[in-house]
């Protein structure tokens, strides 16, 4: 809910990249969205609208004024919500990517039910530009995220720093004292996530790095699951690139080994983002000490 109503109808046309879409969620004439859109212009002195190739585009301070107004949305609802069902227990909702929830978030849920009086905790596991689109809108309160994203639309804050490291099994014939170059691994199959995930935008950013692609290496086999994948490297189906932390148990064990890479150590941050400029910063804060 926001609640000028030039801002409301600036907030749906940016949504929908139209103005007679908007008008029909707004259920009003398209008319009164384009005066209201101009008078907000003019109030402003700022051009938030124009046409490119017939096409309607966010303006640079109209993409402000977007990210702004969704994070007021977002927290407009969330307080309304907050004040209608004050007289019932709390609840948190945050999302999680699927390999931070297999070796960080069991932990951070388990201090949430233990620490803290909510009567309803939803975690919703999803890749790092899911999780980050359900941020914008309001369905998550913050998220637990890796990979690479625009720090600058966020809260961030940093929890840990993880080791990134080309796994395999040592069936496979890799030494544990050797040191190999990264287009030693190219006759391998790679398991990789799926785009849009941020592991798989780390290990591109990786092989990218040495001018390497993904589609250089002999076979290419992309999961949705840090699960499947850890059960493909101990079938020996290929080798792949994943956080130290999912796979420890099989390194201590030495069922997986660590594949040694000349001049490659990459460590990533996994981070605990939200809004910016929340009103409920202090809570996340709070929760976000449960990490130290």
Not at 78 to 91: A, I
Not at 152 to 169: G, L, N, R
Not at 203 to 209: C, H, L, P, V
Request: charged letters at 20%.
């Amino acid at each position: 809910m926001l609640l000028d109503p030039k801002i409301k109808t600036f907030y749906t046309v940016a949504q929908y990249m139209s103005y007679t879409k908007a008008a029909e969620a707004l259920y009003i004439s398209q008319p009164a969205v384009s005066q209201q859109i101009k008078t907000l212009e003019t109030d402003l002195n700022l051009r938030l609208f124009t046409y490119e190739n017939r096409k309607l585009k966010l303006t640079p301070a109209g993409n402000t004024l977007f990210t702004f107004t969704k994070s007021l949305n977002s927290q407009t609802n969330k307080m309304f919500t907050l004040l209608h069902n004050q007289t019932q227990k709390k609840e948190i909702n945050f999302a999680a990517t699927q390999s931070v929830s297999e070796f960080l978030v069991p932990t951070f849920l388990k201090k949430l039910a233990t620490n803290h009086d909510y009567h309803k905790i939803n975690c919703t596991v999803a890749n790092t530009q899911t999780s980050l689109t359900a941020l914008r809108n309001g369905h998550v309160d913050f998220a637990i995220i890796e990979g690479n994203f625009d720090k600058k639309e966020f809260s961030v804050h940093q929890i840990t720093k993880e080791p990134f490291i080309a796994v395999a099994s040592p069936k496979l014939g890799f030494s544990l004292t050797k040191q190999y170059q990264l287009t030693d691994l190219l006759v391998y199959p790679i398991i990789t996530r799926e785009e849009g995930s941020g592991s798989h935008e780390i290990f591109k950013s990786i092989i990218n790095a040495q001018n390497i692609s993904v589609a250089d290496f002999a076979e290419i086999i992309q999961v949705g699951s840090p699960s499947l994948i850890r059960q493909l490297l101990l079938d020996q189906v290929g080798i792949s690139f994943i956080y130290q932390s999912m796979v420890q148990k099989e390194l201590t064990t030495q069922t997986l080994m660590k594949i040694n890479l000349t001049d490659i150590n990459v460590h990533h941050d996994i981070y605990f983002v939200y809004l910016k400029d929340s009103y409920f910063e202090s809570q996340y804060l709070e929760l976000l000490s449960e990490f130290n």
